[in-house]
């Protein structure tokens, strides 16, 4: 499976990378948001995206470049970490903004109903929340 990992300049980004080498017979195709448009990335060979953190906020274009184009135009299952998901958020309507109290490095208990991504996973267990913006 051939990942392209869309880099919004975030140093996570090869961190991501070597997760995704764990994962797949073969490594991520690494992109710029900015190095090239989106009609030459189409045209490359991946099954999937990964849009990586990265300064900034998903609205402004320059922020997230071709990330945006990526959602806007792919039909290619897409993750995103961070400003990626925040980016997906936008995308699909939801409001991204400042939370009105800040949440990043505190550590809460999470409850969930064994669906989905959380079956197998306890019920409750503490995480820390790793995002100020709120959607």
Known sequence: MKTLLIDNY?????NLYQYLCACNAEPPLVVRNDEMTW???EGLAFD???????????QRAEDVGISADALRCSSKPVLG?????????????????LAMR????????ISHA???LFRGI????QA?????PSL
């Open 114 to 116: 064994q669906r989905d």
């Open 10 to 14: 975030d140093s996570f980004t090869y």
């Open 48 to 58: 999937n995206i990964v849009i990586s953190p990265g300064p900034g906020r998903p």
């Open 81 to 97: 970490v961070c400003l990626g998901h925040q980016a997906i958020a936008h995308h699909c309507g939801a409001v991204v903004d």
């Open 122 to 125: 306890p019920d409750r267990f």
């Open 128 to 132: 820390v929340r790793a995002t100020t």
């Open 102 to 109: 800040p949440m990043h490095g505190r550590i809460d208990r």
């Open 39 to 41: 009609d030459k990335v």
